[in-house]
């Protein structure tokens, strides 16, 4: 058995009463689980997520990480805070009450993320304050709003008081910036990607939450810090998971797998896995085999592959997990008019030699490149292009019915015909697109808001794949094998379009975001986030 506090492995009995680990040594009980050649570590607990991400209900979600030893996850509900407001949150948390699994929550501080976004409606400092009151809201969600804390907007402030416990969300932020950020009050990140940026913020105090997400990756970056540092301020978290990255490589026991296979002693990224998101989020209660503790335990055949044999949940195993029902209101959240491909020309009446302000994926991360291009036109139109990998985008508002739509280019996806499309677009949900023609993209819109939101891939006026989300247009009410499948499958569609890119679906998702560097796009139009402000598709003069 580890002892998370030491870092050490004892040989020893661990008696469980009632759901609590009573003692550890020499005890006889009326039921006992031989675990000789094993070893006891405690259930691991993800130190930040969005459930939303999973695209699954919580039941489905629980069925799908319990086996890999997640016993616990602390999440931001921004998603569907966006899209149904603190109904939506208050839902959400009564459908975790029945589960397996501890969801504890913060309070989603940023909805909108900033004032480049539209949501279906605000949350004022009154609605965080009344989810505050819930019994399992333990703090308040990423403060995403940097620019606005940096420079000391009134609102956000505000927001910071509600709570004592502030969860970060800083990418880029270094210097002096930095200082202001954690002088308000918050005390953590997740978005660190480089090495430099994550040894700032543990030498300024906060904890660095390392994140292995699907389309941000930050575990092997980040790990000489932990294997420097060890685990005191350090936890791991996955943010944005998509079911098939989880169904195919696990949970936060394959972040822990990846990093003794990288070199880092086992016992520190199980303390990372387990003690630190708790300490870093006041769970006194679990993270720990020890007496006084709530006995959730992982019996692991090796300190290799970490996916447990045995997964204890109060001290027993897991059994069945009840389907919630899912009410009418949290569905048909997609309204919008009628939208035909003309809605997608962008005019280009500029000076030849003029350059277009164009979205720059880059793989494996969600911040973006600001990349100067002149664009391919034709008869006083931008058009996309494959031999420049150039393609439209728009972000369309779906939540009130405005008809506002955002144009813009994007380069790295790889398409060479059809579209792709999602209501899942960060953090407004907003509906999303990306392709090669006017026509196909207006297909692909008016897809999503027949089948009430999801994930569509279309060639021209065909649908080749599609994964409907219809309970807020971002959780499918399917079995957890047929969300997998239909997943495949637009994952499968969007190759044969000619996007190879890993994941990119979140990273389209990710490009709706005004407040992940560099530039992005919301219906309001393109934001330099650098510059925190709308810019126009021409480069000025």
Same mark, same amino acid.
């Given at each position: 058995?580890?002892?998370?506090?030491?870092?050490e492995w004892?040989?020893t009995?661990?008696a469980?009463?009632?759901?609590v680990i009573a003692g550890l040594?020499?005890?006889?009980?009326?039921?006992t689980l031989d675990?000789t050649?094993?070893y006891?570590?405690p259930?691991?607990v993800?130190?930040?997520?969005h459930l939303?991400?999973s695209? $699954?209900?919580?039941?489905?979600?629980a069925r799908?990480v319990?086996?890999?030893g997640t016993?616990a996850?602390?999440?931001d509900p921004h998603?569907?805070a966006?899209?149904?407001?603190t109904?939506?949150? %208050?839902? *959400?948390?009564d459908?975790?009450s029945?589960i397996?699994?501890?969801?504890w929550f913060?309070?989603?501080?940023c909805?909108?993320?900033s004032?480049?976004?539209?949501?279906?409606?605000?949350?004022?400092p009154?609605?965080l304050?009344?989810?505050m009151r819930r019994?399992?809201?333990i703090?308040?969600a990423?403060m995403m709003?940097f620019?606005g804390v940096i420079s000391?907007?009134?609102?956000?402030l505000?927001?910071l008081?509600?709570?004592? %416990?502030?969860?970060? %969300?800083a990418?880029?932020?270094?210097g002096?910036?930095?200082?202001?950020y954690?002088?308000?009050?918050?005390?953590?990140? %997740?978005?660190?990607?480089?090495?430099?940026e994550?040894r700032?913020r543990?030498?300024?105090?906060l904890?660095l939450?390392?994140r292995?997400?699907s389309?941000?990756r930050n575990?092997h970056?980040?790990?000489p810090?932990l294997?420097?540092?060890?685990?005191?301020?350090?936890a791991?978290?996955?943010d944005d998971?998509?079911p098939e990255?989880i169904?195919?490589?696990?949970?936060?026991?394959s972040?822990v797998?990846?990093?003794?296979?990288?070199?880092?002693r086992?016992?520190?990224?199980i303390?990372a896995?387990?003690?630190?998101?708790?300490?870093?989020h006041?769970?006194?209660h679990i993270?720990a085999?020890a007496?006084g503790?709530?006995a959730?335990i *992982?019996?692991?055949?090796?300190?290799v592959?970490?996916?447990?044999?045995v997964? $204890?949940?109060?001290?027993?195993?897991i059994?069945e997990?009840?389907?919630?029902?899912?009410?009418?209101?949290?569905?048909h959240t997609?309204?919008?008019?009628a939208l035909g491909?003309?809605?997608?020309?962008?005019?280009w009446n500029?000076a030849?030699g003029?350059?277009?302000?164009?979205i720059g994926l880059?793989?494996?991360q969600i911040?973006?490149?600001?990349?100067?291009?002149?664009?391919?036109?034709?008869?006083?139109?931008?058009?996309?292009?494959?031999?420049r990998?150039h393609?439209k985008?728009a972000?369309?508002e779906?939540h009130l019915g405005?008809g506002?739509?955002g144009l813009?280019?994007?380069?790295g996806?790889?398409l060479?015909?059809?579209a792709?499309a999602?209501?899942?677009?960060h953090?407004a949900h907003?509906?999303?697109v990306?392709?090669m023609s006017d026509a196909?993209?207006a297909f692909?819109?008016r897809?999503l808001a027949?089948i009430?939101g999801?994930?569509?891939v279309?060639?021209?006026?065909d649908?080749?794949a599609e994964l409907?989300?219809?309970?807020?247009?971002?959780l499918s009410d399917?079995?957890l094998?047929?969300?997998l499948?239909?997943s495949h499958?637009?994952?499968?569609?969007?190759?044969?379009l000619?996007?190879?890119?890993?994941?990119p679906?979140q $990273?389209?998702?990710?490009?709706?975001l005004?407040?992940?560097?560099?530039?992005k796009?919301?219906d309001?139009g393109l934001?330099?986030?650098n510059?925190?402000?709308?810019?126009?598709l021409?480069?000025?003069a």
């Amino acid at each position: 058995m580890l002892s998370v506090f030491t870092r050490e492995w004892l040989k020893t009995d661990v008696a469980i009463v009632d759901g609590v680990i009573a003692g550890l040594g020499d005890y006889e009980g009326k039921r006992t689980l031989d675990a000789t050649g094993r070893y006891l570590v405690p259930g691991f607990v993800d130190a930040h997520l969005h459930l939303e991400s999973s695209k $699954l209900l919580v039941d489905e979600f629980a069925r799908l990480v319990l086996p890999f030893g997640t016993t616990a996850v602390v999440a931001d509900p921004h998603e569907i805070a966006n899209v149904l407001g603190t109904d939506g949150v %208050h839902w *959400l948390l009564d459908l975790c009450s029945d589960i397996p699994l501890d969801v504890w929550f913060m309070a989603s501080s940023c909805v909108p993320a900033s004032g480049f976004e539209s949501p279906r409606r605000r949350l004022s400092p009154g609605d965080l304050d009344a989810l505050m009151r819930r019994r399992r809201v333990i703090g308040l969600a990423e403060m995403m709003n940097f620019p606005g804390v940096i420079s000391g907007d009134p609102a956000e402030l505000e927001k910071l008081t509600l709570s004592t %416990h502030v969860d970060g %969300h800083a990418p880029g932020v270094r210097g002096n910036a930095l200082n202001a950020y954690a002088a308000a009050g918050i005390r953590s990140d %997740h978005e660190a990607s480089d090495l430099e940026e994550g040894r700032e913020r543990l030498r300024k105090g906060l904890w660095l939450l390392i994140r292995e997400a699907s389309a941000a990756r930050n575990l092997h970056t980040l790990l000489p810090l932990l294997a420097e540092y060890g685990p005191g301020r350090i936890a791991f978290c996955t943010d944005d998971r998509e079911p098939e990255h989880i169904a195919e490589d696990g949970h936060i026991n394959s972040m822990v797998r990846e990093a003794v296979a990288a070199g880092i002693r086992p016992e520190d990224a199980i303390v990372a896995a387990t003690l630190s998101p708790c300490l870093w989020h006041g769970l006194s209660h679990i993270g720990a085999v020890a007496p006084g503790y709530e006995a959730d335990i *992982l019996v692991l055949p090796d300190l290799v592959e970490f996916v447990p044999e045995v997964v $204890l949940k109060s001290g027993v195993p897991i059994g069945e997990i009840p389907r919630p029902p899912v009410p009418d209101w949290v569905k048909h959240t997609v309204r919008i008019g009628a939208l035909g491909p003309e809605q997608f020309r962008i005019a280009w009446n500029e000076a030849p030699g003029t350059k277009a302000r164009i979205i720059g994926l880059i793989p494996g991360q969600i911040v973006t490149d600001l990349m100067l291009e002149e664009p391919v036109t034709r008869g006083g139109e931008v058009i996309a292009d494959t031999g420049r990998d150039h393609a439209k985008i728009a972000v369309i508002e779906r939540h009130l019915g405005t008809g506002r739509v955002g144009l813009g280019l994007v380069k790295g996806f790889g398409l060479s015909r059809g579209a792709i499309a999602s209501t899942v677009a960060h953090d407004a949900h907003n509906l999303a697109v990306a392709g090669m023609s006017d026509a196909a993209m207006a297909f692909a819109v008016r897809r999503l808001a027949n089948i009430g939101g999801g994930i569509v891939v279309v060639d021209g006026a065909d649908v080749l794949a599609e994964l409907p989300l219809p309970v807020a247009g971002l959780l499918s009410d399917a079995p957890l094998d047929e969300v997998l499948e239909r997943s495949h499958a637009v994952l499968k569609a969007a190759a044969d379009l000619g996007c190879e890119i890993e994941s990119p679906f979140q $990273l389209l998702a990710f490009l709706a975001l005004s407040v992940i560097p560099s530039l992005k796009l919301t219906d309001r139009g393109l934001i330099d986030v650098n510059r925190f402000e709308i810019v126009p598709l021409a480069v000025e003069a």
